[in-house]
């Protein structure tokens, strides 16, 4: 079983613990949250209100709440980020298209406006080319936790049914799977059968066929899936080629393949009472140490933003 998720977890472990040095903010009677308050709702851009500016704990929060919507962006594994590293205050996200950003908590700069406009880009349709920071945005970012909730919610009622019936798990591939809860399901079987898995669908692939890690190296498949690990990084990387395959539209076959040998490798190992045993309370211990901890976080902001009438700004 894979007990961490890399990327989201730092993000997640970032936001709980900027959480710790702006608490009092969180508090509706605070002189801070009522300064934040009256901010919101008097000013046109955040990016050059000195009051906002000259306040760590407020510009924090907007800081976490941004990286909290980043903790579930294109999914749980969050693809569109390769890595996320926080130390002493200074954040360093590297994206996909090997974009890098950074920005220190509680401080507004040029680094951190290059950032935010950035984060705009990667979650809007319409491209921004301002540094401008209305208070709006905010509303925004409710509404995205607001959808990761209710996702969450969907993926946790299929786990509790993973989790009580074979059958449940193999008529998951009748239809188009979540990808996050394919994810789940997959990091879920204990680790010897993760590698034996891998072992087992690499066997049909073509010779030649490449895909890119999450720093963009080309690696060839077979040889990848070959090499047995029991370290979270490595396994977790080779579950997102193995999703990427899985969910490959421009390349048919190689989904057809990926699906079927899963759909084979997934019959034989639910033959196993025992292997299903312990599946099932992996299942249990992912929705109580990844589900459970996101639907707290996310609850609890939108639940803060609320307070702050945000459909009035």
């Not at 009092?24 to 300064?35: E, M």
């Not at 707290?296 to 609320?306: A, E």
């Given at each position: 079983m894979i007990e961490s998720l890399p990327v989201s977890t730092s993000l997640l472990k970032a936001v709980t613990y900027q959480l710790n040095h702006i608490d009092?903010?969180?508090?509706?009677?605070?002189?801070?949250?009522?300064?934040f308050y009256s901010i919101l709702h008097s000013v046109q851009d955040l990016a050059i209100e000195t009051s906002f500016i000259a306040n760590p704990k407020q510009v924090t929060f907007v800081q976490t709440s941004m990286l909290l919507v980043l903790s579930m962006v294109g999914g749980v594994l969050v693809p569109v980020i390769n890595s996320f590293t926080e130390e002493d205050g200074v954040v360093r996200i590297s994206w996909d298209n090997g974009t890098l950003d950074t920005f220190t908590f509680g401080k507004v700069d040029d680094d951190f406006l290059r950032f935010f406009t950035y984060f705009q880009n990667r979650l809007s349709s319409k491209p921004q080319l301002t540094t401008a920071f209305p208070p709006v945005v905010l509303f925004g970012i409710q509404q995205f936790l607001k959808n990761y909730v209710e996702i969450l919610m969907a993926v946790r009622k299929r786990i509790v049914l993973l989790s009580k019936s074979k059958q449940e798990v193999l008529s998951l591939f009748n239809n188009e799977v979540n990808r996050d809860l394919l994810f789940i399901l997959i990091?879920?079987?204990?680790?010897?059968?993760?590698?034996?898995f891998f072992l087992h669908v690499q066997q049909f692939f073509p010779e030649d066929l490449e895909a890119k890690t999450a720093d963009g190296k080309s690696i060839n498949v077979i040889s990848f899936f070959q090499n047995s690990s029991t370290d979270i990084i490595y396994l977790v990387e080779k579950i997102k080629i193995y999703l990427d395959l899985y969910f490959k539209k421009d390349m048919p076959i190689i989904k057809e393949i990926t699906r079927t040998k899963t759909v084979s490798f997934m019959k034989e190992l639910l033959i196993n009472d025992e292997v299903y045993k312990q599946i099932s309370r992996n299942l249990f211990q992912i929705d109580k140490v990844h589900i459970d901890v996101r639907l707290?976080?996310?609850?609890?902001?939108?639940?803060?933003?609320?307070t702050l009438e945000l459909k009035k700004l």
């Open positions: 009092n903010l969180l508090v509706q009677s605070s002189s801070d949250y009522n300064s990091s879920s079987l204990p680790t010897d059968q993760i590698n034996t707290k976080l996310y609850s609890l902001f939108i639940g803060f933003f609320d």
